[in-house]
């Protein structure tokens, strides 16, 4: 039987329910809601994806899509207090694009980046995470300064392993440990300092999505043209995308880039 939108919607309103939930379906945009009766907070979901997911991978798609429901739902429905999680304060990189405030209408923390990339603050839970809003750092009497100095400081805690790859005579190297953070090592001075340091042609960065940070060791017009194309792929298959510019790192600046075929980068004005 072919899965269609309706069908969907019937799994999903079965697989969910809770006495707790309320549940809503919206014809006209083709979308399922699941949220907390009581502070009607929640999910909307674009069944039209979903379908498409389970068509590509079946029933494991939409047990992923529940599992990333439920948890998400549990997050919204949770008090989160800040002292004390100090180790689970990290930095999350995030397109310009991105909301800057929540559902309810309350402010996220966040600080500007470059002219593509914004910096928010995440509070990691374990299986997810919260991102932290201006209510939180009232309700604990912090500052943005001192959350972003939490934050930083233990991006440079994890680990930076990479895998390497050699096209065309350039470096390229991928930070992708799978654990929400790997574009926001980007953040991590003292590593890109490092490669900075070891490399012996232009260095530049890319941040496509949230789950990678590349680092190119450009030594020729191709390198140019490769890590465009790399970015590009990367961008359209990212879960979470972030930008499809990379970026020039040159005196501990980052410029976003327009990469020319056969060109050296021109700096984004």
């Not at 674009?46 to 997911?53: Q, R």
């Not at 990367?234 to 499809?244: C, D, H, K, V």
């Not at 410029?255 to 060109?263: G, H, M, Q, S």
Request: proline letters at 3%.
């Amino acid at each position: 039987m072919k899965m269609t939108s309706l069908k969907m919607k019937q799994i999903l309103e079965e697989r969910l329910s809770n006495p707790a939930y309320r549940t809503s379906y919206k014809r006209d945009k083709d979308t399922f809601r699941v949220e907390w009766e009581a502070s009607k907070q929640g999910i909307t979901i674009t069944l039209p994806n979903v379908v498409s997911k389970y068509n590509q991978r079946g029933d494991q798609a939409i047990e992923e899509l529940v599992d990333h429901v439920t948890e998400a739902l549990r997050i919204m429905n949770e008090e989160h207090e800040l002292t004390g999680m100090e180790k689970n304060i990290f930095p999350v990189i995030r397109a310009t694009s991105f909301a800057t405030e929540t559902n309810t209408g309350t402010a996220l923390v966040c600080k500007e980046h470059t002219a593509e990339t914004r910096i928010y603050y995440a509070l990691d839970l374990g299986k997810s995470y919260r991102l932290i809003d201006e209510l939180m750092l009232e309700n604990e009497g912090w500052s943005t300064d001192r959350i972003d100095e939490i934050a930083t400081f233990n991006i440079r805690s994890l680990a930076n392993d990479y895998k390497k790859d050699t096209v065309a005579d350039n470096d390229f190297y991928f930070v992708a440990k799978q654990d929400g953070y790997d574009a926001s090592r980007i953040l991590n001075e003292a590593f890109l300092e490092e490669m900075k340091a070891n490399s012996t042609g232009e260095l530049a960065v890319a941040v496509p999505h949230q789950d990678v940070l590349i680092i190119a060791d450009i030594q020729n017009k191709a390198g140019y043209d490769i890590l465009a194309q790399m970015t590009m792929k990367f961008f359209a298959e990212g879960r979470i995308p972030i930008t499809s510019l990379p970026f020039i790192y040159e005196d501990k600046k980052l410029d976003p880039v327009f990469i020319l075929a056969k060109n050296r980068p021109e700096k984004k004005k």
